[in-house]
């Protein structure tokens, strides 16, 4: 069998926005302030954080990921959706349909944001050269300390 290191990093709550919902948030044309890159060659943190809420519970710093992507999506944890009283659908990144909607609050505007929120399925970014033997959609078996991850 095939093995393989690569560096582990967890995503905890964050948002992508489209460009539509970033003006109504923070201002028309909003340039978005970069404060660190992330694994993914071209994506990256941003400064800027939104509020993330339900009648049920509200999340006050959640982080904004760039660039402008072409629809908004909301990505939390199973622990995060009980607090929020939703049952978001695990699901890959941009399959959105039938997910669960939120309000989003950003410093100029608020939005209720339909079929916008996901859990994320759980997946392993690399590169072309950590890819090696794998294609991208592939199921592997990752272990961690000694101990299989399912």
Known sequence: SYKMKVKVGVSNRHIHLN??????????????????????KGQYACE????VSTDNYSFDHVRVLGPIRDYTQVEISSDDALLLGINPPIRDSGDLSDSESVWITGP???????????????????NKSELSGHNNGDIVNATFNGQVIE
């Open 108 to 126: 100029k505007g608020k939005i209720y944001k339909e079929n916008c929120c996901i859990r994320a399925t759980r997946h392993i970014h690399c």
């Open 19 to 40: 460009r539509e919902d970033a003006d109504i948030l923070f201002g028309k044309d909003y340039q978005f302030h970069k404060r660190n890159d992330l694994s993914q």
């Open 48 to 51: 800027e954080i939104v509020c």
